[in-house]
Each structure stands twice: as structure tokens, then as C-alpha cells.
């Protein structure tokens, strides 16, 4: 299996520009999770979805911040508009739920927003 | 809920050297345990885990952990580090009737010749 996808790996912006991040699970996997990444934060969940279905978006920053699974095989994170304090790497993330659910992870978008 | 600490956000050792990296948990429930590591400008990768039976486990890299439920503990232990095992490890839980994963907040681990 070739992993989790996730593109761009690297995406520079201007502030208040949208921001279109993209992630392809493990074909089989049920769950996918988005995460950020930051020096000041460490790995914070944004949101995670099962069967394509979002659970939990609690760790969602805030409005400008949204989420799609509009089939088993891709996810987007949107950011609009995008702000300096987004500049992160973001990573996504399937499992499986039996057993212990372990999470693999996509190489992450390292995104900068100036 | 459930938590994760990680004791020490850096440690530096010199190669050959043992090395433990320290991890509490708190949670009310039943828990699994893993321990990722995240090289450079890459995803985080599965370490070993703790799923139920015995309490010391073996993951990849020669890197193991034990499991210690009184003192809420999962402690990442390595006899002989090499420079190649520089990154940062992450300690990791999720009850076993959950399906998030908290992470802690990361060790650096930096091996110098």
C-alpha cells in the first residue's frame, strides 16, 4: 500500500488567501484524523471523521477552518481566510478501528502564510 | 479524559550511550500505549505499542517499553543509541473503548558522536 497521501507538502500564501490542503487514507481504513503541528502547541486533533463522517471537530481553531470527506479515499482541510498564526504543519491520519487502532500517518503540508 | 506527559522535552546523549525517555498517563478507563517517532520533515511513525499481556514490549529500531499501571507509566528505554536514532519521540494514549489519541508533547532525542 503506498500510505497516507497528503498534498501539497509545501505550500507558501498570502494572508487572507484560501488554503486547500489534501489527504488520500489507506484504502480500508474507517477513520481519518487532521492534525497541526506548531513548536508552541505540539500535535493538537483538529477534527477526525468515521465512515466519512466527521465525530469530533472540537479541535477546529475556529470558522475559518473547515473539513470534508466526501468519500472513503479523500479529505480536504479548507482555511479561509488564512492568517500568519495558521502557518503549520499539518498532518493527516487513517486507521482501522479494531484492534488497536493504530494511526499511520502522511508526511504532513508544511504551510506558511505570510 | 486522558492525558499524556512526557517528563524531559530534550535529552542529549552521546552514541553507544542507554538512553530512557519518560511518559505518564492519566485516564480513568483501560488504556492502549504507543510510542511514535518523528524523523525530520516527516510523518510520525509507530514505535511499539501496549495492547494488553505483558508488560514489556518490543518495538522496531531495538527500542522497548514497559508498562507499569501503578505508576501510570510507559517509559521508552533504548541499551545502546545510535546517531541515526535522532528525532523526536512522542508518547501516546487512547482508551481502549475510544478512538482519539492524545499525544504528549514530545521528547527530543539528540545523539552526538
Known amino acids: 500500500d503506498a500510505g497516507v497521501i497528503q498534498s501539497p507538502r509545501h505550500e507558501v500564501t498570502e494572508m487572507g488567501q484560501e488554503v486547500t490542503l489534501r489527504c488520500k487514507p489507506i484504502?480500508?481504513?474507517?477513520?481519518l484524523f487532521w492534525y497541526r503541528q506548531t513548536m508552541m502547541r505540539g500535535l493538537e486533533l483538529l477534527i477526525y471523521?468515521?465512515?466519512?463522517?466527521?465525530?469530533?471537530d472540537s479541535g477546529m481553531p475556529e470558522d475559518r477552518f473547515s473539513a470534508k470527506m466526501p468519500n472513503a479515499s479523500f479529505s480536504t482541510l479548507k482555511i479561509q481566510p488564512s492568517e500568519p498564526r495558521d502557518s503549520a504543519v499539518y498532518f493527516c491520519a487513517s486507521s482501522l478501528w479494531q484492534g488497536s487502532g493504530e494511526l499511520f500517518f502522511g508526511e504532513g503540508s508544511r504551510l506558511t502564510v505570510l | 479524559a486522558q492525558s499524556v506527559t512526557q517528563l524531559d522535552s530534550q535529552v542529549p546523549v552521546f552514541e553507544e550511550a542507554p538512553v530512557e525517555l519518560r511518559c505518564n498517563y492519566s485516564?480513568?478507563?483501560?488504556?492502549?500505549l504507543f510510542w511514535y517517532v518523528q524523523y525530520p520533515n516527516q510523518g510520525l511513525q509507530l514505535l511499539l505499542k501496549y495492547l494488553s499481556g505483558s508488560t514489556l514490549v518490543k518495538g522496531i529500531n531495538g527500542f522497548e517499553a514497559e508498562f507499569n499501571k501503578s505508576q501510570t507509566s510507559f517509559h521508552l528505554r533504548k541499551p545502546s543509541v545510535h546517531i541515526s536514532d535522532t528525532a523526536e519521540y512522542f508518547c501516546?494514549?487512547?482508551?481502549?473503548?475510544?478512538?482519539?489519541?492524545?499525544f504528549g508533547e514530545g521528547t527530543q532525542l539528540t545523539v552526538n558522536p
Open positions: 471523521f468515521n465512515n466519512n463522517v466527521p465525530i469530533d
Open positions: 501516546a494514549v487512547r482508551e481502549t473503548s475510544g478512538s482519539r489519541l492524545t
Open positions: 484504502s480500508g481504513h474507517d477513520y
Open positions: 485516564s480513568s478507563v483501560s488504556v492502549y
